[in-house]
């Protein structure tokens, strides 16, 4: 069966510590994404995909890191510089890129099961 | 810039009846989708329905349905006969424009009681 995979689904990390969160898909999608989720607050775009080896920064993209090398792979390095990592994380693809025209968001999103990150 | 707004952080409904989740948006676009994604205890993201704005009719999938009232900027999801398993965090949300991301609202939590 085509989908997402995310691993691990646990995953605690040390001050100071990087820990990088893997995103596998089969699905033959083009653009591939990166979203955070703490409570009450929604899902907010890191960073996003639309081609291989290609990336764009979204609305929290400091203190992470990612890489396209693979169009099936977008792995997502959570480094020490990120203030604040305890939170679920959620990578998402789509066969597109939701683009502005003709009919913006024609391409539906497809998610994994998700990481939780727990700092100590 | 596109916003996503839903007002309820909170919803229970009683088994076998009818709940509906609110949510409003701002947008530029005059072409686009709409989406309600559904997010159970166990944290998978499922698209439970999605609108085309272009659209009059509104969107339905057997026991979800939309209203859909493009001019106020508003996009309700109906749940009829309330199940169990409808038990979720539902979250509205929209393209997020050059990003080339869904926008998302901040979720409604439903609970559904026997």
């Known amino acids: 069966d085509g989908g997402i995979t995310q691993s691990p689904k646990y995953l605690f990390r040390k001050e100071g510590q990087n820990v990088t969160l893997s995103c596998e898909q089969n699905l033959n999608h083009d653009a591939m994404y990166w979203y955070r989720q703490d409570p009450g607050q929604g899902l907010r775009l890191i960073y996003y995909?639309?081609?291989?080896?290609?990336?764009q920064k979204g609305d929290i993209a400091e203190g992470y890191s990612v890489s396209r090398e693979k169009k099936e792979s977008f792995p997502l390095t959570v480094t020490s510089a990120q203030k604040n990592p305890t939170a679920f994380y959620l990578c998402?693809?789509?066969?597109?890129?939701?683009?502005?025209?003709?009919?913006?968001?024609?391409?539906?999103?497809?998610f994994g099961a998700g990481s939780r990150l727990t700092v100590l | 810039a596109q916003t996503v707004t839903q007002s309820q952080p909170e919803m229970s409904v009683q088994e076998a009846e009818t709940v509906t989740l609110s949510c409003t948006y701002d947008?530029?676009?005059?072409?686009?989708?709409l989406f309600w994604y559904k997010q159970p205890p166990s944290r998978q993201m499922i698209l439970v329905i999605r609108?085309?704005?272009?659209?009059?009719q509104n969107a339905t999938e057997n026991r979800f349905s939309v209203n859909f009232q493009k001019a106020a900027k508003s996009f309700s999801l109906k749940i009829s006969d309330s199940q169990l398993g409808d038990t979720a965090m539902y979250f509205c949300a929209l393209p997020g424009g050059s990003q080339g991301n869904l926008i998302f609202g901040k979720g409604t939590k439903l609970s559904v009681k026997p």
């Open positions: 947008t530029s676009e005059n072409n686009y989708y």
């Open positions: 998402a693809s789509s066969m597109r890129p939701q683009n502005r025209s003709p009919n913006s968001g024609a391409n539906v999103l497809t």
């Open positions: 995909s639309q081609i291989v080896n290609d990336f």
């Open positions: 609108q085309e704005a272009y659209k009059q």
